[in-house]
């Protein structure tokens, strides 16, 4: 059965703090990984990874996929807290083109 | 990227009733899924709305529950059916293109 686990499930941090969310995935016909930020109801697009070891970077945000260990980090460096919100891992697939999440990570930036 | 619209936005419901939910592209798309959301959860695949044909349903969801619509390449609806405090969700459509998956503002439904 296709799973997406994510880790933590939930961390607090305080403004300026590094954090690294992680992302590991058992899915048969993997396409591409995908990263969400949710905030009040639609998820907003941050990243799609396709290849391993190629770093995406978005501001304060970056995230890498590898494909043979079958994770994907998502690192938010300086943190602010309007970075609080839910972070959510997905993995497209090739059949049907599904996209299956994970239980998402929950993080708090506090001043 | 696919810009998409939903409503209602939200909507307060009586047990036993039906409600339709209207998803509108605004670009010609082949795939658009349905999610539902419940308090507290991650975002768990409804169906696959496939315009032309029938939808496919994943593990746990029937068409005589969650009856979809999909005419044609830009719009699609999902109704919940007979209505029941456990249906109480954010329900969102969701479209892809170029391997992004794009989503609606969601629907959130109280069932009483």
């Known amino acids: 059965e296709d799973k997406v686990v994510q880790s933590p499930l939930s961390l607090v941090v305080h403004e300026g703090d590094t954090v690294t969310l992680n992302c590991s995935y058992e899915?048969?016909?993997?396409?591409?990984l995908l990263w969400y930020k949710q905030e009040k109801k639609a998820p907003t697009f941050l990243f799609m990874l396709?290849?391993?070891?190629i770093e995406k970077k978005s501001g304060r945000l970056s995230s890498i996929l590898d494909k043979k260990e079958l994770f994907s980090i998502l690192n938010i460096t300086a943190t602010q807290t309007g970075d609080s919100a839910i972070y959510l891992c997905?993995?497209?697939?090739?059949?049907?083109?599904?996209?299956?999440f994970g239980p998402g990570t929950s993080l708090s930036v506090i001043p | 990227s696919a810009v998409i619209s939903q409503k209602p936005s939200r909507d307060i419901c009586q047990r036993g009733t039906s409600l339709t939910i209207q998803c509108q592209v605004d670009s010609q798309v082949t795939m658009m899924f349905w999610y539902r959301q419940q308090p507290g959860q991650s975002l768990t695949l409804i169906a696959t709305?496939?315009?032309?044909?029938?939808?496919?349903?994943e593990s746990g969801f029937v068409i005589d529950k969650f009856p979809i619509s999909r005419p044609n390449l830009t719009f699609s609806t999902l109704t919940v059916s007979n209505m029941s405090p456990e249906d109480s969700s954010i329900y969102l459509c969701s479209a892809e293109e170029t391997g992004e998956l794009f989503f609606g503002e969601g629907s959130r439904l109280t069932v009483l």
């Open positions: 997905a993995v497209g697939k090739t059949s049907y083109d599904k996209v299956i």
């Open positions: 709305a496939n315009q032309g044909s029938e939808a496919t349903y």
């Open positions: 396709t290849s391993s070891g």
């Open positions: 899915v048969t016909n993997f396409r591409s």
